[in-house]
């Protein structure tokens, strides 16, 4: 692992200042794909705009083939490891409400998690690292990468030979996030666990039909669902260690068709989370049992499916609380903290994460004058985020590989 950064590294103190003279261009970019948003795992204009953009560099670049995915490859001037920096593309099912004038032209879609700038961020980072490739002793991997948001595109990603395309596998990894709920600039990330699992929870639960005015002639599946969601809050209570916590939503319940009749089926809905492995393994097994059981209390059946979703985010140990280190240098130390606690969140960084030592770290831009309690989150149809944190992106894109490749 590379040793942490003193803040009189020269080579590093300049990267803000580079990062600062390409902000026109990560705005325009930045701008230009929040303006056409594009979902899942095929985003022709989202490549376009990538591949469009990196042109003029000295960069091998590949386009993938489940996927719209652009990889860019530059060499450094000396020979030496592989660093690999991310960026996700996709948007989100959206109507956007920012009135932002670069705001999405495309109804029902919006980059409402920033990944419009995490792209531009990587794009200019990419740009400021070619101009100092004489410096690097190796080879950095630049992934722009699509359907992030439930779709598994890391995973396509490295099915089609990601860690493989220089011929040798990176040896650190990062992941930038912006957020709106973080004052603006500053960069966080923890060592460890820092974002959860995420599963989702289908419970059917089955009984018998018939007239609502004679219950006792039925089998009503909805008392059965309505006491497995209070069932299932007990058992994350009483089953899952406080200090390895779990959480368990139901989100949707669907029963029925109107007042006077007892249905024969329930559904219920919900998202499982975790923070290790263990736990994701144990509350699996811990809502079939409950579901199980409630429903027979009530004479019903009730079938239980989990559908896997992205696994723990980890951090490497030693690379985690080293970009907070980094970020102390590169963008002063009021820029940079410990994150202490880790997100229920989800991203399928992990994915990467599993198999390269390496981070996820988040970039504050809260918009100015607005409290960052009071913030519109990501994922809201308001959020907005302040474009002027995106050079200190920039710039720990960039620094990240300096330092990893001195």
């Known amino acids: 692992m590379s040793a942490p950064v003193h803040p009189a590294d020269a080579r590093l103190a300049g990267v803000l200042h580079q990062a600062r003279e390409l902000q026109p261009r990560t705005v325009a970019l930045r701008r230009r794909i929040h303006r056409h948003p594009e979902q899942g795992l095929r985003l022709p204009s989202t490549q376009a705009a990538v591949l469009a953009e990196l042109a003029d560099l000295p960069l091998s670049t590949h386009t993938g083939e489940s996927t719209t995915s652009v990889v860019g490859v530059l060499e450094g001037g000396k020979p030496g490891r592989t660093v690999l920096l991310r960026a996700d593309m996709d948007a989100l099912p959206l109507t956007e409400d920012t009135g932002l004038e670069f705001a999405s032209e495309t109804p029902g879609t919006m980059h409402a998690c920033g990944h419009d700038t995490h792209v531009a961020m990587l794009a200019s980072a990419a740009?400021?690292?070619?101009?100092?490739?004489?410096?690097?002793?190796?080879?950095?991997?630049?992934m722009f990468q699509p359907g992030e948001e439930g779709h598994h595109g890391a995973k396509y990603m490295l099915d089609e030979g990601l860690l493989e395309v220089t011929g040798s596998?990176?040896?650190?990894?990062?992941?930038?996030?912006?957020?709106?709920?973080?004052?603006?600039?500053?960069?966080?990330?923890?060592?460890?666990?820092?974002?959860?699992?995420?599963?989702?929870l289908n419970v059917t639960v089955t009984g018998r039909g018939g007239h609502a005015s004679a219950p006792h002639d039925a089998l009503d599946p909805i008392p059965a669902a309505a006491a497995m969601v209070?069932?299932?809050?007990?058992?994350?209570?009483?089953?899952?260690?406080?200090?390895?916590?779990a959480v368990v939503t139901v989100a949707h319940i669907k029963a029925g068709t109107t007042s006077n009749i007892i249905?024969?089926?329930?559904?219920?809905?919900?998202?499982?989370?975790?923070?290790?492995?263990?736990?994701?393994?144990l509350v699996h097994e811990e809502v079939r049992r409950v579901c199980e059981h409630v429903a027979a209390a009530h004479g019903c059946t009730a079938e239980v499916e989990v559908v896997l979703g992205y696994g723990v985010t980890v951090n490497?140990?030693?690379v985690g609380p080293g970009v907070v280190d980094l970020?102390?240098?590169?963008?002063?130390?009021?820029?940079?903290?410990?994150?202490?606690?880790p997100?229920?969140?989800?991203?399928?960084?992990?994915?990467?994460?599993?198999?390269?030592p390496g981070a996820m770290a988040f970039l504050g831009a809260c918009p100015p004058g607005t409290p960052v309690a009071e913030a519109a989150p990501n994922h809201s149809n308001r959020v907005i985020f302040d474009e002027a944190a995106m050079a200190h992106g920039v710039a720990m894109y960039a620094g990240f590989a300096l330092d990893a490749l001195r």
């Open 327 to 341: 970020a102390a240098a590169v963008l002063g130390p009021a820029h940079a903290a410990p994150m202490l606690d």
């Open 169 to 200: 596998r990176p040896e650190r990894a990062l992941a930038i996030h912006i957020t709106s709920t973080l004052d603006s600039g500053m960069f966080q990330s923890r060592p460890g666990p820092i974002m959860a699992s995420s599963d989702i």
């Open 343 to 356: 997100l229920m969140g989800a991203e399928d960084w992990s994915y990467v994460l599993n198999e390269v």
């Open 127 to 142: 740009r400021l690292l070619s101009a100092r490739r004489a410096e690097l002793a190796g080879q950095v991997v630049f």
């Open 263 to 281: 249905p024969e089926v329930a559904h219920l809905q919900g998202t499982i989370r975790a923070l290790s492995e263990p736990t994701r393994k």
């Open 230 to 245: 209070g069932a299932l809050q007990t058992m994350i209570t009483r089953k899952v260690s406080v200090f390895d916590p």
């Open 316 to 318: 490497d140990e030693v």
